[in-house]
């Protein structure tokens, strides 16, 4: 089994003390590949540095929402040269968070707005950070149109999902579909088009059921899967195929590239 967990920030200070281990385990579950979202500016150098050390870590470049006050006057110009000279899987987090109060939407705006440009010109997908917003993200992904991508822990309904699909984008499921609670979002999971769906922790953050209260990890992608599955009444194996494929070709992940994994590979 290949998966890959499209939404994991394992290059924060959280991971300092175990990174290697944590990523060994992964990989034992089946995790081939990683694809790593950048918050801010200063973390780019270290983020590329580390997905440069190993197979099957990919980098994504981009300012979070969230983390406004980071980022100064010429840091989307900085991302367009990064972008150039190091060619990431992608642009991102990047989006509009109107649920963290005190977050200037003006500001946002003008920030979302100018990496999607240079995702645009660079003709790369984008991950896309939503909350309480999709329906301006809509409306600007409709006026600056990027490769597709993936709306990351997608929580919005069933018609703005599909306005997301019809735009290119898959729509990402993490821990909260392990939790009973999450009766909407397991209902979502269940009903949408298996082709839109691809996997993610989001570690550390968001954890699963069965790690409750603790940091999340690649490692448990699988619980993931397991409840995807089980809400969609589907075969684990089948699900894992089909979601990895998603996420390769939204990403433009070439299966070649990742690591052989004979290991996990389900018997003939
Ligand atoms: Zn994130």
Same mark, same amino acid.
């Given at each position: 089994m290949e998966l890959i967990d499209t939404h994991c920030h394992l290059d924060v200070m959280e991971f300092d003390p175990d990174r290697d281990s944590v990523l060994g385990r992964a990989r034992a579950v089946g995790v081939v590949g990683l694809v790593i979202p950048a918050i801010h500016r200063a973390g780019w150098p270290w983020l590329l540095e580390y997905c440069a050390s190993g197979p099957g870590l990919y980098p994504a470049l981009g300012l979070h929402p969230v983390y406004l006050d980071e980022h100064g006057e010429d840091d989307i110009r900085a991302l367009e040269s990064a972008i150039a000279t190091r060619r990431p899987l992608a642009v991102g987090e990047i989006g509009l968070d109107f649920f963290v109060r005190d977050l200037d939407r003006d500001r946002q705006q003008a920030l979302f707005e100018g990496q999607l440009q240079v995702a645009r010109a660079a003709n790369l997908p984008v991950l896309l950070h939503v909350r309480r917003a999709h329906e301006p993200v809509l409306a600007t992904l409709r006026r600056i149109r990027v490769p597709g991508g993936i709306a990351h822990a997608f929580s919005g309904g069933i018609e703005e999902a599909r306005r997301y699909i019809d735009l290119g984008f898959k729509l990402g499921f993490g821990?909260? %579909?392990?939790?009973?609670?999450s009766t909407k979002l397991r209902r979502l999971a269940a009903e949408l088009?298996?082709?839109?769906l691809v996997l993610e922790t989001d570690a550390p953050d968001l954890t699963v059921a069965s790690h409750r209260g603790e940091r999340n990890s690649p490692e448990y992608l699988p619980d993931v899967l397991a409840s995807l599955a089980e809400v969609r009444q589907a075969d684990p194996g089948e699900l894992a195929a089909i979601t990895t494929a998603n996420a390769r070709a939204v990403l433009g992940i070439?299966?070649?590239? %990742?690591?052989?994994n004979e290991a996990n590979a389900d018997a003939p």
């Open positions: 821990g909260m %579909l392990t939790f009973e609670r088009p298996v082709e839109a070439s299966a070649s590239v %990742l690591p052989a």
